[in-house]
């Protein structure tokens, strides 16, 4: 997606160009141009939009149950380990924050993995529960209750904790590009709209 909102990006920002292009031959086609770049964006983030509110059921996939019984609120991800070449592929969730006697459902796909990482923060650096969970059998979903503060593997950990942060950069990277589209896009709208009046 991060491509897709770059490119969205270059193109609301050649509009913003385009709209001192008020007479002579490339009017029209930079009018089109405006509004084309107008209609695809707000498509492309509606459709977006909808897909990430969408619940996350995937078919033939393993649903995780993580249930929160300690006295904090944690904050949950699942790293799921798509590493069959030994590459380094892990796959990053954020499950959310789970209150204390609170559960949240995960769905993980695990056609290519046997085995998934919980990582537990609390605050936003302080790593406070790591577990390592093997699926045996694909068709059991699996429950996860988090009783105590503790770290199955300090090596382990500290990967996982390479990868979350990685995961909240790449988020954060988005976020702020996302950001710029909207205002070019608003601008782009007030501009056109301005114009029609």
């Given at each position: 997606?991060?491509?897709?909102?770059?490119?969205?990006?270059?193109?609301?920002?050649?509009?913003?160009l385009l709209s001192?292009?008020?007479?002579?031959?490339?009017?029209?086609?930079?009018?089109?141009?405006?509004?084309?770049?107008?209609?695809?964006?707000?498509?492309?983030?509606?459709?977006?939009?909808?897909?990430?509110?969408?619940?996350?059921?995937?078919?033939?996939?393993?649903?995780?149950?993580?249930?929160?019984?300690?006295?904090?609120?944690?904050?949950?991800?699942?790293?799921?380990?798509?590493?069959?070449?030994?590459?380094?592929?892990?796959?990053?969730?954020?499950?959310g924050k789970i209150?204390?006697?609170?559960?949240?459902?995960?769905?993980?796909?695990?056609?290519?993995?046997?085995?998934?990482?919980?990582?537990?923060?609390?605050?936003?650096?302080?790593?406070?529960?790591?577990?390592?969970?093997?699926?045996?059998?694909?068709?059991?979903?699996?429950i996860v209750e988090?009783?105590?503060?503790?770290?199955?593997?300090?090596?382990?950990?500290?990967?996982?904790?390479?990868?979350?942060?990685?995961?909240?950069?790449?988020?954060?990277?988005?976020?702020?590009?996302?950001?710029?589209?909207?205002?070019?896009?608003?601008?782009?709208?007030?501009?056109?709209?301005?114009?029609?009046?």
């Amino acid at each position: 997606m991060g491509l897709i909102v770059f490119v969205l990006f270059l193109s609301l920002a050649f509009s913003l160009l385009l709209s001192k292009v008020k007479s002579g031959r490339g009017a029209e086609w930079a009018k089109l141009f405006r509004i084309a770049s107008v209609i695809i964006s707000i498509s492309v983030f509606t459709y977006w939009f909808i897909k990430k509110s969408a619940v996350g059921v995937v078919n033939d996939a393993v649903g995780l149950q993580v249930i929160n019984t300690l006295p904090q609120t944690l904050d949950f991800y699942v790293i799921n380990i798509n590493d069959q070449d030994n590459n380094g592929i892990l796959d990053v969730k954020h499950i959310g924050k789970i209150r204390p006697e609170h559960y949240r459902i995960e769905y993980l796909k695990m056609d290519r993995s046997d085995e998934y990482w919980i990582a537990g923060y609390l605050g936003k650096k302080n790593l406070v529960y790591f577990s390592q969970h093997s699926v045996p059998n694909k068709n059991i979903d699996q429950i996860v209750e988090v009783q105590n503060y503790i770290n199955q593997s300090v090596k382990l950990s500290d990967k996982a904790k390479k990868q979350v942060e990685a995961y909240n950069y790449e988020n954060i990277k988005l976020g702020i590009w996302v950001t710029l589209d909207f205002l070019l896009l608003f601008l782009n709208l007030m501009l056109l709209l301005k114009r029609k009046k």
